[in-house]
């Protein structure tokens, strides 16, 4: 399976991103997928995940209120709406499927 993340970038506190990670090579529809993060010197954290129906989801109390996970399983794809980015926001955040396939990232910084 491989999963490939992408919508990262620069973006000052305050705004929004949506990042993308497209699935293949296995039963999309049969996976949790999970959003993490990692910044620099930090270890990776479990910033939101959602069910193979799209049906439950949880976030991180750090994220609760401004990131938004769902899913398209006729597209493959799960995504991550980021609303009020901070600059603690800042980290390369990865997808991953149930407990099997990550993805290689894509980098978030937030700053003026």
Known sequence: GQ????GGGLVQPGG???LSCVA????FSNYVMRWYRQAPGKER???A???????PTNYADSVKGRFTISRSNAENTVYLQM????PEDTAMYYCRAGV???????QVT???
Request: overall charge negative; glycine content about 20%; aromatic content about 8%.
């Open 49 to 55: 995940g959602i069910s193979g129906t799209g049906g």
């Open 110 to 112: 937030v700053s003026s």
């Open 16 to 18: 929004s991103l949506r």
């Open 45 to 47: 954290e479990l910033v």
């Open 24 to 27: 293949s090579g296995f039963a």
């Open 100 to 106: 099997e396939f990550w993805g290689q990232g894509t």
């Open 83 to 86: 609303t009020n980015l901070k």
């Open 3 to 6: 999963l490939v993340e992408s």
